[in-house]
């Protein structure tokens, strides 16, 4: 690590030496509600374009530790993982020998942490979190019903009521701890710890709130960039699926344009060779010559599209509870129904149903087909708008319905509903239900399209059971 | 009377080829190279065993084979194509056999002959 980055890694600002440095005037004071304000616009700007978590709690720790932020000597994440805190990430000295050493090479040299984050360098936050780690993992505890119901931040102290405050206040060896609990969707998603552990400042109630905004911009940031990534991947996966498909179909072409008149004309031979009379020797040995040379090539086409298919099957199928794997998709698009007035409804097995599939595919075929009926009744202005999916048994498969009781498909698309290239909607390309065939068929099912009853357009995804 | 085998594939090499083996091992051989035409011997009845190729020009051989499990059970079908990994499609599974086809007829006929004897 560079001496530079070395001193980035310390992001605060303490304002008062470990070694009995003098009290600095400025550092003393609170920062300015105008400076305040601008570190809030600057580390939401920063956040903005962030494409890392680790990135976005740096920036943000970065936010409330800088001397040009809202100067917490030093700040921790700890983020909600199943019924435990995990410590995720801190930014600061470790002891006011550190802060005192690191403040006073910031000072040198004129450096601005926060000027950093619009610049991240991924050595100096993986430094940062390596060096915070041993205190994040004593920070860890287990989620308590009384923190469950944080909403705002808080100002803690020693003999607090709550188990993990208490655990937080010794591990730090803080006596005036700020506690900023993070909540989304009504749940406590994670919290932040910051205080003044070297220099004692108080903590106002202005610094608190501004605290608590980069906190809950933080945590908007790291869902989008999860999301993103989330949606990368299933993006990759579909790629890698159709490629498959893709690799899957040329073995199929290549096994059948080329064995087949390689099988003819290996067998005719070693059929004239059986049909040659006597005294035609030289014949028949040159006519099995022929059929030993020819089968010799068909076993290594032989190879060749098995090796091809192998690739074109590096995704093994296992066994999915079709049920559970449908309800999960349909209660994801519950919301999105319900801002757009369509009855959403489901109808699972009685008993469940196991079938050979990838989860990832499955998934990824009923996202768009559920998706394409809800975009096609919004099109269409539909009233009353319904979309039914069930899972049902069909004798040795698996059926997976979804019915809309939108429109038909275009006439265009009728007869072949899967080939891609025509779309309902006016922005789309059509290849969702191509997409959706070729994965199917990865999964070595068949998807089927059918209008016969009317007012109702049903798609049906046919897996193989699970022996 | 000897077995009746019909050779459905479109490629009319090859059922020459079938044609000439297999009668030469003492069957009787009626061959179409289309779907339909299939259809209509089976229809004439008189077949006591059917070698059907997967991939055909007008479309593909498991949707016959499922009809003839549907209209005769008992009437073995041999599919025989050039591509093995039609054996992991579960379309495939109702046919008695799969053969994966070869210059070297010996598993087709030894296949053929192991059906007959089964649907005795």
């Known amino acids: ?467 | 009377m000897s077995a009746r085998l019909l050779f459905i594939d479109d490629e009319e090499g090859l059922l020459d080829l079938y044609e000439r083996a297999f009668a030469r091992e003492g069957f009787r051989v009626c061959r179409a190279t289309t779907l339909d035409g299939g259809r209509a011997l089976l229809e004439e009845g008189d077949i006591d065993l059917v070698v059907l190729d997967i991939r055909l020009a007008e479309g593909s051989g498991l949707t016959l084979l499922h009809e003839i499990k549907s209209r005769w059970p008992r009437l073995p079908v041999v599919l025989s194509t050039a591509f093995a990994r039609y054996q992991d499609d579960f379309s495939s599974w109702l046919a008695d056999a799969y053969v994966v086809k070869s210059s070297d007829l010996g598993e087709l006929k030894q296949t053929v002959r192991a059906c007959l004897e089964r649907a005795r």
């Open chain 1, 1 to 467: 690590m560079t001496r530079e980055q070395r001193w980035r890694v310390c992001r605060t600002q303490p304002r008062r030496g470990g070694n009995g440095g003098r009290r600095r005037r400025n550092g003393a004071q609170a920062p300015a509600p105008a400076q305040v304000v601008a570190a809030v616009r600057r580390v939401s700007h920063a956040l903005e374009t962030v494409l890392n978590p680790e990135t976005a709690a740096w920036a943000t720790l970065v936010g409330l530790t800088a001397g040009e932020g809202l100067r917490f000597n030093r700040a921790f994440l700890l983020r909600l993982h199943g019924e435990r805190l995990e410590g995720w990430f801190g930014v600061g000295p470790r002891t006011r020998e550190e802060g005192a050493a690191l403040w006073h090479d910031l000072r040198q040299n004129g450096i601005d942490p926060l000027a950093g984050i619009d610049h991240p360098d991924a050595a100096v936050i993986q430094a940062e979190q390596q060096r915070h780690a041993p205190l994040l993992a004593a920070l860890s505890c287990p989620l308590e019903d009384a923190s469950c119901k944080w909403q705002r931040p808080l100002i803690v102290r020693r003999g607090h009521p709550v188990a993990c405050v208490r655990h937080w206040l010794a591990v730090l060896g803080s006596d005036n701890l700020a506690v900023i609990p993070i909540v989304g969707a009504g749940q406590l998603w994670g919290v932040v710890l910051a205080d003044n552990f070297i220099n004692h400042r108080p903590i106002p109630p202005t610094i608190l709130e501004a605290a608590a905004t980069m906190a809950h911009a933080l945590r908007a940031a790291v869902e989008r960039i999860e999301l993103l990534t989330r949606l990368s991947e299933e993006e990759r996966r579909r790629i890698t699926a159709e490629h498959a498909a893709a690799m899957l179909e040329a073995a199929r072409t290549l096994a059948h344009d080329l064995k087949n008149p390689l099988a003819l004309a290996g067998g005719l031979a070693s059929e004239l060779a059986q049909a040659v009379g006597e005294g035609q020797d030289d014949l028949a040995r040159t006519l099995r010559a022929i059929g030993a040379a020819i089968r010799n090539a068909e076993s290594r086409l032989e190879e060749l599209v098995a090796s091809l298919a192998r690739g074109a099957t590096g995704t093994s199928l296992t066994a999915v509870d079709v049920g559970e794997a449908v309800a999960r998709v349909v209660a994801a698009f519950e919301p999105l129904a319900a801002r757009r007035g369509v009855r959403l409804e489901f109808q699972g097995p009685e008993a469940p149903l196991i079938a050979a599939a990838v989860p990832s595919y499955l998934d990824r075929c009923l996202e768009n087909l559920v998706g394409n009926a809800l975009e096609a009744l919004e099109a269409a202005h539909v009233s009353g708008g319904c979309v039914q999916v069930a899972v049902e048994s069909s004798g040795d498969l698996v059926a997976v319905v979804v019915a809309d009781n939108g429109p038909p498909l275009p006439m265009t698309m009728r007869m072949d509903p899967f080939s891609g290239g025509v779309s309902t909607r006016e922005s789309g390309a059509g290849l969702g239900l191509a997409s959706v065939q070729r994965l199917v068929h990865a999964m070595q099912g068949r998807v089927e399209y059918d209008d016969s009853l009317p007012g109702w357009v049903r798609f049906s995804i046919l897996l193989r059971r699970w022996v």
